[in-house]
């Protein structure tokens, strides 16, 4: 499958080939993209680059603070949300667990803690609860940049995992769109907030594996009047950049109704 982008983020994605494959040598299985931009939905000003890494050995610290440092300066190209990216080795895979161990995680969030000088890279026993929502997500519509193919490196991961993974997100999210409990962290701005809300729902009613738009557009049909109008204000967010003021209110009665949809 041919990717569709903009040449600045091919260039980008052909860097972080380079790199890693640079960084790990003989010890890299591929690199596999997912979230918006390999199912066609990528907003250079709404969206990050997603992608994970498969190694066949776990990482020394040392490798760990050379991914670091190369992600660091890759994102000096990158959007405006910059990158997601993990790290896990082949045996992980083999032997899935939930929540899932890795070996490394990368995000904008996490610039700072690594530039700063007291990030410790022998910490072990990492886990990520999201990572089985990604591998879902990849082997559904990922895309491999570098390296195996999708069906032989990465299992079926059980629906439950990943029903259990994106549950944990929407608690969160309804969490924060309450006025007491408001973040102005990146995740839980409104736009993220309601499609990822749209997103779960449509997982759970239709068995639909979505990016935010395409959730959003979704719930669009079955939707209230009043939830339409929240809806249509993310989703012109989202694919527009059309930035507007937001009503918490209504934003908290969308996540209360929203919240009677779910199993939470």
């Known amino acids: ?75 000096a190209h990158a959007p405006r949300k910059g990158l997601e990216m993990s790290v896990i080795t082949q045996g992980e895979l083999l032997d899935f667990k939930h929540p899932t161990p ?39 519509r990922g895309m491999v940049l570098y390296g195996q193919a999708i069906d032989a490196t990465f299992p079926n991961i059980p629906m439950q995992y990943y029903t259990d993974s994106i549950l944990e997100d929407a608690r969160a999210i309804l969490q924060n769109l309450s006025s007491s409990n408001s973040s102005t962290s990146d995740w839980a701005t409104p736009v993220y907030s309601v499609l990822n809300l749209c997103r779960v729902r449509a997982f759970l009613e239709a068995g639909l594996i979505t990016s935010k738009r395409e959730g959003g557009e979704w719930a669009l049909q079955h939707a209230t009047p009043f939830q339409v109008g929240i809806m249509r204000q993310a989703l012109a967010e989202y694919v527009n950049s059309q930035k507007e003021e937001w009503n918490q209110q209504a934003l908290e009665r969308f996540g209360q109704e929203m919240s009677a949809l779910l199993p939470l």
Not at 2 to 27: F, K, M, N, W, Y
Not at 34 to 53: E, I
């Open 102 to 140: 890795y070996e490394f995680h990368f995000s904008t969030d996490w610039i700072e803690r690594y530039q700063d000088g007291t990030f410790d890279y022998s910490r072990e026993n990492l886990v990520d609860g999201d990572l089985a929502g990604h591998l879902t997500v990849i082997k559904a």
């Open 1 to 75: 499958m041919q990717l569709e982008a903009p040449h600045e983020i091919l260039q980008l994605l052909s860097d972080i080939v380079t790199e890693c494959r640079c960084l790990l040598g003989d010890d890299l299985v591929g690199i596999y993209l997912h979230g918006s931009l390999a199912m066609g939905c990528f907003n250079p000003d709404a969206s990050d680059v997603d992608f994970l890494v498969v190694t066949k050995t776990k990482l020394p610290p040392e490798k760990r603070k050379e991914l670091a440092q190369a992600m660091i300066r890759l994102s």
